[in-house]
């Protein structure tokens, strides 16, 4: 059967969907009148978002660092898309010009307790820790298990330079999975000789919605894909069969209403399974965010394992919230005393910066000052920053409340208590607008796990099902990034449509010897 015949179902809109669409369309030459994405939400991305505006205030619920010689599949994809504000060029080639406009080169890495800027030319290595990352790198997955960071490292390690910059640059809790952690570092291992100044960062010229969603979005509308908004999926059918996973019906809420669709043999089922943002919840200057629990995606996943016992374990990552959760702030500055204060005490003007990590803040904060506009509708006279913090249920170190208690206006006072800013808080309170975000599963696919925990892409016995996003099994590869979604949908696609075609393969940087040279070198500054 020609694939004008057949049709494709996508659960969720996030960046693993809609990649999955865009490679149906180019390389497997699907109708894009066939491919229906369902969301629950009102708006397509997934937890690549970006939000707002200046009367109401922005929100970037989290950010996505991209790596230029990291991630393969992303930026194959993005030279395919036409950017949103010149169509003459590519997303993939728009982002590069900026990036060579707009150097990261951070001067202010980590800042300690008396306010001042740490020297981190020095990863702060004894032999132990050289050695233990040495050992963690080359153990097979199958010898770690369900180990976690803090049972690979003795607790100095974990007051190094080198934990505090790459703790917050990945976003790593010590109670995470060593396997996790390991992968990160031979993916990331030629980021180890610059991690204190994160010029291996690759910006986009706006926040990742604007930059990336918008103009996919806008090339799948122009291919006259459908896009099912506030539409739920709430359980599938699988066909009964002893060896084969055949999914023949979808079951969801349109505004409230239950429908199904039967699904052919010929069709394509596409599911992301669990969420990070799941559960959010925003709060105000004036209000702190409530904590949320499970939704849509994970309760899915859920029903789908009631049926199939073999496609993963949702609970290893969903029932752990005091354990994955963190908070993030978006501010929206109509006054850019912030900015300028800055620049002066970090030596970046904005947008040249990286993280700025309190490494003795009792929620370890950290903030990042991005290029302005950071928002294709932000008006010149606005600024926007965003931050975050892995221990938002600490008490803070000048507010004597638990971050995920305080309101935006709290937030705003121990940032600048830290900075030092504190004749300037009057003026910086009456001129922001900090809305602060609670995820309570944002690293939930960093908990300890095994393989089988996660479901392969395309699963043992699939017929027509395939997993895409952050909670499929892809080997070698690392989650919490916008690439692990788009291999996922290269990987589904392909193979779900039998295409004579190879998946973009990852670059084996733990094997190049000009980088484990480098790195050597590095662990010893």
Request: hydrophobic share 40%.
């Amino acid at each position: 059967m020609a694939n004008h015949d057949i049709k494709a179902y996508l659960v969720g809109a996030g960046v693993g969907s809609l990649a999955a669409a865009v490679y149906l369309i180019r390389d497997g030459h699907f109708p894009g009148k066939n491919i229906h994405i369902f969301e629950e939400m009102n708006i397509t991305g997934g937890s690549c978002d970006g939000t707002g505006s200046a009367e109401k205030g922005y929100v970037l619920r989290g950010g996505r660092m991209l790596n230029d010689e990291a991630y393969e599949c992303t930026w194959e994809l993005l030279k395919f898309i036409p950017s949103i504000t010149d169509p003459q060029i590519s997303v993939r080639d728009e982002i590069i010009a900026f990036d060579k406009k707009v150097q990261t080169h951070a001067k202010a890495r980590l800042v300690d307790e008396n306010g001042k800027i740490v020297d981190v030319s020095s990863m702060g290595f004894s032999n132990k820790d050289r050695m233990d990352l040495m050992k963690l790198t080359i153990s097979p997955e199958d010898a770690l298990k369900t180990y976690t960071i803090e049972q690979c490292f003795s607790p100095a390690f974990f007051e190094t330079n080198f934990w505090y910059m790459w703790a917050t640059t990945f976003a790593f809790q010590p109670w995470h999975s060593a396997i996790e952690f390991k992968r990160y570092l031979n993916r990331f291992m030629h980021e180890f000789p610059r991690i204190h100044t994160l010029a291996g960062v690759t910006r986009t010229p706006y926040n990742q919605y604007d930059s990336i969603i918008l103009p996919i979005i806008k090339w799948l509308g122009g291919q006259d894909v459908h896009f099912e908004m506030n539409c739920k999926v709430t359980d599938l059918d699988f066909k009964p069969s002893q060896e084969e996973k055949t999914i023949e019906r979808i079951h969801y809420l349109d505004a409230g209403k239950q429908r199904e669709i039967t699904v052919h043999n010929t069709d394509l089922v596409f599911v992301t399974n669990g969420s990070m943002t799941e559960g959010y919840s925003l709060g105000s200057m004036t209000s702190a965010p409530r904590l949320g629990s499970k939704g849509a995606s994970f309760t899915l996943w859920e029903n789908i394992v009631r049926k199939q016992p073999d496609l993963g374990t949702p609970s290893i990552f969903s029932d752990h919230i005091d354990k994955s959760l963190w908070e993030s702030f978006t501010v929206t500055c109509k006054d850019p005393i912030f900015f300028d204060l800055m620049e002066n005490f970090s030596g970046n003007s904005y947008g040249t910066g990286a993280l700025v990590t309190f490494k003795d803040s009792n929620w370890f904060m950290s903030i990042v000052l991005a290029y302005q506009p950071h928002f294709i509708n932000q008006p010149e006279n606005i600024k926007v920053f965003w931050g975050y913090s892995l221990f938002p249920n600490n008490i803070g170190n000048y507010i004597p409340k638990k971050m995920s208690e305080c309101t935006g206006e709290e937030i705003l006072i121990e940032l600048c208590s830290h900075l030092r800013f504190h004749k300037h808080i009057p003026v910086i309170l009456k001129t922001s607008n900090c809305i602060p975000c609670m995820m309570p599963f944002i690293t939930s696919q960093f908990m300890p796990r095994v393989r089988t925990d996660r479901p392969e892409v395309i699963p043992k016995g699939s017929t027509n099902l395939a997993f895409l996003g952050q909670f499929a099994e892809i080997p070698d590869d690392v989650v919490f990034t916008v690439e692990y979604s788009v291999r996922s949908a290269q990987m589904a696609v392909y193979s779900l449509l039998k295409l004579n075609k190879e998946v973009t393969p990852i670059n084996q940087h733990q094997y190049d010897v000009r980088i484990l040279f480098d790195t050597f070198i590095t662990s010893f500054r």
